[in-house]
């Protein structure tokens, strides 16, 4: 009995010394390797690098701003940004005094703390992972004298029974268990703890190969549904004649409805980290009941002057406020002068309307090809838009739009995550112009070509 009682104090120790070396672990991940890896943190500083680089020295305005922003966030979202950069410091300083004699008086022990965030802020301007905040310092330093009243409260309560480390170990669990908890759902896959999944069901009746045409329902004329066509097999077109006959221009088709299409309804929701997509059968009493501005997919066959339709699927939006002025022309737009606005993190972005909308097309495809950034040039395919204030949807089409970059150019980069919550924007570079990419562009014109001022890339469900 006695040796387990000499034997106590040590192992204790050693679980304290062990699970603080887990938090000074998991601490460096989630402020200085958050979003990344430290492989590519090494190649960014190889090529000179700093992808997520940016200071605010401005007290107070980032949790101003979150605060400002929080009725569009969720509560654990907005909580976790603000009270998590003081959250994540209590063990900080918690354990130092409890570990080490010399820190039991508080104002060491702030100290301490205020050097190691200063220190975590520096790492993170000079690897270029992460917003330098003047705001993460004071809220750290507010964690750690949390941490350090805890354990003037367990030094008070502990006795030779139960003593001060058996404390902060079971307050470590709790720590831990609640910490990891808010981490996985809020940011799972932005710090590597889970993984993006899209689950899809009622798909089986869905044909595999492409489909003849696919565009945004406009209305309907007796057995036909009408169609801005968005894309279609080369080739795949009503004659321009008949385009004529029936009033219509080349981007909008008839597809015939008969008694053996098959409609779909395509809906999509969020579970945790999955994507749920459901193919739910339906059958329209009357073709007036498919939603105008309703996205739709056609199988069937060509003929003269429409498309005979074996199986439509549509996804449904709300009323929409009408097509976003994104979608406008380069040639044409009459963007307003880019203004900005402040951000979390000490960003500004644009707040007018983007002269264009696009998607950068696709490293295999022969029909949207990326083309890459051409020396200042960069060609994109314009995307239609259409938002009502409280759902969004967004497709690409074959339409080509160029615009110019230059020295001034501002770049941004947008993580889109969760059923389109934008989770964070970070300072970007023209190296985030790849394949694969939708991208907004603010500028104006000149001579007859869009000269972005700012261009903020978009990478959707956090890849």
Known sequence: ????????????????????????????????????????????????????????????????????????????????????????????????????????????????????SVSLEALQYLLGTGSTDIDDVWLNAAGGSVGYLLYVIVARVSTGRVPAAAWVLSLSVCFGVAGYAVAYREFGVYLGLATFREEVRGDSQIPRRPADAFGIVTGSRGDRLLLAVIGRPAGKRPSAAAGTATGMDQDDIEVRVGASTRFFDRRSSDKGHTQVTDYVAYTPATLSEVPEQAQAFVWGRWEADHLAADVIWTMRPRKPAGMAAAGASPATASPAPVTVVAAPGGLTLPTSAAALFGHTGSASSSAMPFKGAIGDEVTVYKIRSWDDGKSKFAVSTADPATFRLTPETVYYRQRILRGGREVYVTPGNREDIVAGKTIRVWGSERDGVLVAEAVCVITANGR
Request: hydrophobic share 60%.
């Open 1 to 116: 009995m006695e040796n387990r009682k000499r034997l106590l104090p040590q192992v204790l120790a050693v679980l304290l010394a062990l699970i603080a070396l887990a938090y000074i672990l998991a601490l460096l991940k989630i402020t200085v390797v958050k979003g990344t890896t430290l492989s590519r943190v090494f190649e960014n500083m190889a090529a000179g690098k700093a992808p997520l680089r940016s200071v605010n020295l401005v007290p107070f305005e980032t949790v101003l701003q979150y605060l400002r922003f929080s009725e569009n966030m969720p509560f654990l979202r907005w909580f976790s940004n603000i009270f998590g950069n003081m959250l994540v410091f209590v063990p900080l300083g918690l354990y130092l005094p409890a570990a080490l004699p010399a820190m039991r008086r508080f104002v060491r022990t702030l100290a301490a703390v205020v050097f190691v």
